[in-house]
């Protein structure tokens, strides 16, 4: 009965068409420019953390890598890079492989001194951003062990260095001795977007464990771990931060204040593994999709005004033959990824989510959250009313079990107009098998579980899930998606757990990269033997600065929350202006698509929110290529640089 089973289970998840689609489809994997000397140093494999966590110190150590693509230079192309490897706890700069010769420059290791930062702390995520208006990309840094650090670009910088920026506490705190003396944050996941519609990017930082030391070999006992595998709500939660002001200059500052009612309070206390937006209603503010680990996750409705942030949930609804988890909001899963994005093509938000999906292992479901709202109007109805339309169709689409999955990323890589989806996957890698022992964990009574000494060692040497390698989910000819990465070279058997997508070449294909949790970073250049025409968009609005100069500054600051619907013969699509979505992972600016064999203009519908917080949409025939516009009051294109 059990080998039964087996081929059964097998063949429930066998797709066929996986070598017919890969042909379609091409990677070339580039080294990395890192900073001198930098692969000489000493490269860790786990993390020193508190004692009341030695035992399970593999699993501490399970979380950190980030990577992001985005322009950094303000020359207009997406081919700059962050990444956060754990191996160092360094946060790199660099520039794509595939940079022009105008854009590379001296790869170099983030410094955040003055700003105290030592060895109980550790970066993990590191998100671009235009955080003074001044058309200048800064980068927010985030840690386990103390609240963010915004690095902010001088005015006279030329080009990215260790001293082109100054380093800012995302939160006030002050330092008489040296040392950090603010809250233990241990912050997992960011998204960074015009949350109020008032013209300025807000920031989301979600929160694992609570404030603690996690890090500290020597630190207190006051770490703790979930109190549910299936409904946990004692972790670090969620803080949502509004920008109030700005200045740029060789001494930027941008100065932010927490809104601590943003969030309902029952939503804004799991353990946050990812954080993703989208403006579903068409009123140019970004709905919130918050993954959390071990229970439920939470759909926010956007009913922010200019200076006021604030979200109510929404959640679906159960039939009789629905179960449990697959109603948003109710989930028991455990929420690794997510991701945004137009997987039906017809002009409305999907989501896409990472759960732990390994076989014969916490075999749950990724999610593939359908949109069944009529229209943005139908969804603002619904969300109003506290009601999430939509219905999960991870198995029908083909993506429903990938491994231990974290983030996520859909997007057009061969310019077809449908959508792949990329999903970083893997947990601990060792040479001893301990699904064993999680699993009898996993039937632990829930009043234990928050007691660290009550959890199997999870220490070096031992494996969970840590072949696993990344998944390429791509539409066979079925229409159904199939994971096509052995095919393609990319399943290198080492944990990944960030992805990052640009084009950074300015040709119209997008390249992305990942990052591995103790491993090196990889890059994969697209090389599509047959792509299809592309429509990109740059979208700014007008930059605070009266004297822009030529160093790091842009066509304008970037117009987050725009969003983008585009028709042509063969449909509609929708996509945004993506300020940081995922976990760890966050893909550049431009907005994408891909148009197949279209030929003529596309009818293009812009969205967006003026300076001022004005709410405008327009309406273009543009040919396809690159597009850039400034949004005012109405969009007006300018030159691509």
């Not at 969804?379 to 009313?385: F, T, V, Y």
């Not at 064999?597 to 290529?625: A, F, I, K």
Request: hydrophobic share 35%; aromatic share 10%; glycine share 10%.
């Amino acid at each position: 009965m059990a080998t039964s089973l087996f081929f059964a289970t097998r063949e429930s998840v066998a797709v066929a068409g996986a070598e017919e689609t890969a042909a379609q489809y091409a990677f070339q994997e580039m080294p990395i420019a890192m900073p001198a000397g930098y692969d000489a140093q000493p490269m860790r494999t786990v993390r020193d953390v508190n004692p009341s966590y030695q035992k399970i110190r593999s699993w501490i150590s399970s979380v950190g890598a980030g990577i992001a693509i985005n322009d950094l230079t303000g020359h207009g192309i997406a081919d700059g890079m962050c990444i956060v490897d754990t191996r160092t706890n360094q946060v790199v700069v660099t520039y794509t492989p595939t940079a022009r010769e105008a854009d590379r420059f001296t790869p170099f290791v983030l410094d955040a001194a003055p700003l105290p930062v030592d060895d109980t702390m550790a970066p993990t995520g590191c998100t671009p951003g235009d955080f003074t208006g001044d058309g200048r990309m800064g980068l927010l840094v985030t840690y386990w062990g103390r609240t963010p650090i915004l690095f902010l670009p001088k005015a006279d910088a030329t080009m990215p260095s260790p001293t082109s920026y100054v380093p800012r506490e995302l939160v006030p705190s002050t330092s008489i001795d040296g040392k950090y003396h603010g809250p233990r944050w241990n912050t997992d996941a960011d998204y960074v977007g015009d949350l109020d519609g008032s013209g300025h990017p807000s920031i989301v930082i979600g929160n694992y464990f609570p404030d603690s030391d996690v890090l500290d070999p020597h630190g207190l006992n006051n770490v703790l771990m979930n109190n549910s595998l299936s409904n946990a709500k004692n972790a670090g939660g969620d803080h949502v931060l509004r920008w109030v002001s700005a200045t740029s200059g060789n001494e930027p500052q941008a100065n932010f204040v927490e809104e601590k009612d943003a969030i309902p309070f029952d939503a804004a206390t799991g353990w946050t593994l990812a954080i993703a937006g989208a403006d579903l209603t068409g009123e140019g503010l970004p709905e919130l999709y918050v993954a959390n680990d071990f229970g439920h996750s939470h759909l926010l409705y956007n009913q922010s005004t200019p200076g006021r942030i604030r979200f109510t949930e929404a959640t679906g609804g159960r039939t009789s033959t629905t179960p449990k988890s697959f109603v948003l909001g109710k989930g028991s899963f455990k929420g690794m990824g997510v991701d945004f994005g137009d997987i039906n093509r017809n002009g409305a938000f999907d989501i896409m989510v990472s759960n732990i999906t390994t076989a014969w292992g916490l075999e749950e479901s990724n999610f593939l959250w359908i949109n069944q709202a009529k229209d943005q109007a139908d969804m603002k109805r619904q969300l109003s009313k506290g009601v999430a339309p939509f219905t999960q169709e991870a198995q029908e689409h083909g993506v429903a079990w990938t491994g231990w999955s974290w983030d996520t990323k859909m997007a057009d890589f061969r310019n077809s107009g449908n959508l792949e989806v990329l999903q970083a996957d893997g947990f601990v890698k060792g040479n001893i098998n301990r699904w064993p022992w999680l699993q009898e964990m996993a039937m632990t009574n829930d009043d234990l579980l928050s007691n660290p000494a009550m959890w199997p060692n999870v220490q070096p040497g031992d494996d969970l899930s840590g072949d696993e390698a990344m998944a390429f989910y791509a539409r066979s000819a079925s229409g159904t998606f199939v994971n096509i990465s052995k095919q393609l070279g990319i399943a290198e058997p080492t944990p990944t757990r960030a992805i990052a997508t640009g084009d950074t070449t300015g040709t119209g294909l997008l390249d992305f990269a990942i990052a591995r949790q103790w491993g090196p970073p990889a890059f994969y250049a697209n090389k599509a033997p047959s792509p299809g025409k592309y429509l990109n968009l740059r979208l700014y609005r007008p930059s605070t600065d009266a004297d822009p100069g030529m160093g790091l500054v842009n066509t304008g600051s970037p117009a987050y929350g725009a969003s983008v619907r585009i028709t042509t013969p063969s449909g509609t699509q929708v996509s945004q202006l993506d300020g940081g979505s995922g976990h760890g992972g966050f893909r550049s600016f431009d907005v994408h698509f891909g148009l197949g064999d279209q030929q003529g203009p596309v009818t293009v519908q812009l969205c967006w929110r003026d300076s001022n917080g004005g709410l405008h949409e327009q309406t273009e025939q543009l040919s396809p290529g690159t597009h850039s516009f400034m949004l005012t009051s109405a969009a007006k294109e300018v030159p691509n640089r």
